[in-house]
């Protein structure tokens, strides 16, 4: 079992033994002086580091080095360290490494660690002098509210050979090598803690307002094509501080991510976004504010497809003699559905509106007409296209009709 040592509160008794804790730990006095209890800057608390083999007791026995720090003659102890928030109650301890032993086997450089396994490193308010073993060589640490409750002393170069460093006066806690410093205050009603910083390994915590994320509702139009278009996205929390929100098309088959041309911000509720989009298929949209707190939508709101695009050219389809028989056909790529969007076919004739066919036997004209109409072709996705055709009865010889 590890002692642990802690170095600011031991005072002289007979004897250099001190036993304490219901196991019956043993702590050695470590001869500071009696006065000495906060050490500072100029007259810091000393700790003498010695290096030797492991004995069967140490914490990390038969694991990391086969070697161990000894503080004042103890082998690898926790430490109890303490420095209050204020700084001029921040106490100091020297970690004295001038003994020829910390020279042996390559050097045992003594640092600080937010975690045994020493993923990462502590060196806020720490300092180093000289090379371990040689006259004039320490690390020292000033302990204060910033520094974390648990902190491993480790050889920089050799495993687990060290302990704990206990630090009760602390606003930052560490677990497993993650640390968080709490704020400073107690904030205000309705307030939450947020990561203001981090440095070393340390999150620094500050209150701040409750986090707003936008959201995403609506948008019109649901359908564009393949070219440029604006779309209007309805939500809430939209944010304009000098910057527009950022938006995303993210191909709902792919993945395929296409930033907007442009963004307006129009309030916090509504922002209009211009995209060009050259692969057809459905997309979530994603709007980020420049805070960086975003919102996807839950479903692909926007569909890309191309409009139906006709094939039949405008204009005359053709010449039927009266009461002859009409047969044309209307075509364009994507349209599902065809309608007569204005003005009227010729008498007897009908619009298949699944197929573009115009059928039918001519009946009514009284003399040569030309019939004039705009057909609308509608795709899957709802969009239009019209063209205007027109056909010609005709009566007379040329037309092949009888005379009245």
């Known amino acids: 079992m590890s002692s642990i040592l ?3 509160t031991l005072k002289k008794e007979s004897g250099d033994i001190i036993t304490i804790g219901e196991s019956g730990d043993v702590i050695k006095q470590v001869g500071l002086p009696i006065t000495a209890t906060q050490g ?3 007259n810091p608390i000393v700790l003498k580091v010695t290096v030797a083999a492991k004995t069967s007791g140490n914490v990390y026995n038969g694991a990391g080095s086969s070697n161990a720090y000894y503080i004042n003659g103890i082998e690898a102890p926790s430490f109890f360290i303490e420095g209050n928030e204020s ?15 910390n020279g042996n086997g390559g050097g ?4 600080f660690y ?4 020493k993923t990462q490193i502590f060196s806020t308010n720490v300092t180093t002098n000289g090379t371990p073993g040689q006259a004039g060589a320490y690390t020292q640490i000033q302990v204060g509210s910033s520094t ?7 050889c920089s170069s050799h495993a687990l050979m060290g302990n704990k460093l206990i630090n009760p006066a602390t606003k930052t806690f560490n677990v497993s090598g993650a640390a968080l410093t709490l704020p400073t205050g107690t904030g205000s009603a309705n307030q939450v803690i947020k990561v203001s910083s981090i440095s070393n390994g340390i999150s620094s915590l500050t209150f701040g307002d409750p986090v707003t994320f936008p959201t995403i509702s ?7 094509d393949n070219n440029a278009a604006n779309v209007v996205i309805t939500g809430t929390n939209f944010k304009d501080s000098s910057t527009p929100p950022t938006v995303d098309a993210i191909n709902s088959s792919s993945g395929a991510i296409v930033s907007a041309n442009s963004v307006t911000f129009s309030s916090a509720t509504s922002i209009t976004a211009n995209f060009t989009l050259p692969v057809d298929g459905t997309y979530f949209l994603r709007v980020e504010n420049n805070d960086g707190l975003a919102a996807r939508s839950a479903s692909a709101l926007l569909t890309v497809s191309d409009a139906p695009a006709w094939t039949t050219a405008a204009g005359n389809l053709g010449t039927v003699a009266a009461l002859g028989t009409i047969n044309f056909t209307v075509a364009a790529t994507n349209a599902t559905s065809f309608a007569v969007q204005s ?3 010729p008498g007897g004739a009908s619009l298949n509106t699944s197929t573009g066919a115009i059928t039918g036997t001519e009946t009514g004209s009284t003399g040569t007409t030309t019939f004039t109409f705009t057909i609308r072709a509608t795709d899957a996705e709802g969009q239009t296209a019209d063209r205007q055709f027109n056909i010609i009865i005709s009566h007379g010889a040329s037309g092949g009709a009888g005379f009245y």
Do not use: C, W
């Open 6 to 8: 802690k170095v600011n």
């Open 108 to 111: 045992h450089p003594l640092r």
């Open 87 to 101: 700084a001029s109650y921040e106490y100091y301890y020297k970690f004295d490494q001038s003994d020829a032993s």
């Open 148 to 154: 974390p409750h648990v902190l491993y002393y480790q």
């Open 343 to 345: 003005g009227a076919l």
């Open 40 to 42: 500072t800057s100029s």
């Open 114 to 117: 937010l975690d045994a396994a």
């Open 218 to 224: 609506s948008i019109s139009p649901t359908v564009i």
